[in-house]
């Protein structure tokens, strides 16, 4: 069976810090895989998709950035951490060809 | 942009109640998807439906996909306490940036022993 991971679970960063989240999948090959931002419990905002290694469409401008370096892993990053940037980061993960996303745990991150 | 448009926004209800929970759109929509989301966690799969008209069970849950695409309803039957959370449609329109699916704002489900 397929399971996806997220890591950190929690992550509390200073203001200009760096930011790497790694979100990982399993039991699956070549899946497309997505990144989002949930503020105050509700709205999910997509801010990136990949559909393969090395392939990463933007949704909205922001600080951040996402890398896929492996077929399997997903990387969010920023260089410089604004307070804006805390939310509920999301992972999740589709089969090509198939809608249905699957969500992993979520990292919460803070910002002060 | 797609919009989707997700009521009530919160319901309080007591033990034992039915729930019913919709999202309509001006869009067509070819897959419709029902998330729950505990608090601290991601979004779990509920139901998919991907037939407009179809009509899918998950043990207390019904899900409905509308016969014009644009609207599908969550029924929660005989509720119980762990029913707690925010349920989220999403659709999907196929074409051209079919990866991406539109979320509504969620129903925020408080159930009283």
């Known amino acids: 069976s397929q399971t996806i991971h997220q890591w950190p679970a929690t992550l509390v960063q200073p203001v200009g810090s760096p930011l790497s989240l790694e979100c990982t999948v399993e039991g699956t090959s070549n899946p497309n895989l997505y990144w989002y931002r949930q503020a105050a419990g509700r709205g999910l905002q997509l801010l990136f998709y990949s559909v393969g290694i090395g392939q990463i469409s933007s949704e909205v401008p922001q600080n951040l950035s996402a890398s896929r370096p492996q077929d399997r892993q997903f990387i969010l990053s920023s260089k410089k951490l604004l307070l804006s940037d805390s939310g509920f980061y999301l992972c999740a993960w589709s089969s090509g060809g198939l809608e249905t996303q699957y969500f992993g745990p979520g990292t919460r991150l803070l910002v002060l | 942009g797609q919009q989707l448009n997700q009521s009530p926004q919160s319901m309080f209800i007591q033990e034992g109640e039915d729930v019913s929970m919709n999202c309509t759109s001006s869009?067509?929509?070819?897959?419709w998807l029902w998330y729950k989301q505990d608090p601290g966690e991601g979004p779990v799969l509920l139901i998919a439906l991907y037939k407009a008209g179809e009509l899918t069970s998950n043990g207390r849950l019904t899900a409905q996909f509308g016969i014009t695409r644009k609207d599908s309803f969550l029924n929660i039957s005989a509720s119980i306490p762990s029913d707690v959370g925010i349920y989220f449609c999403a659709g999907l329109k196929s074409g051209g940036s079919n990866y991406k699916l539109t979320f509504g704002k969620g129903t925020l489900l408080t159930v009283n022993p």
């Open positions: 869009s067509i929509f070819n897959t």
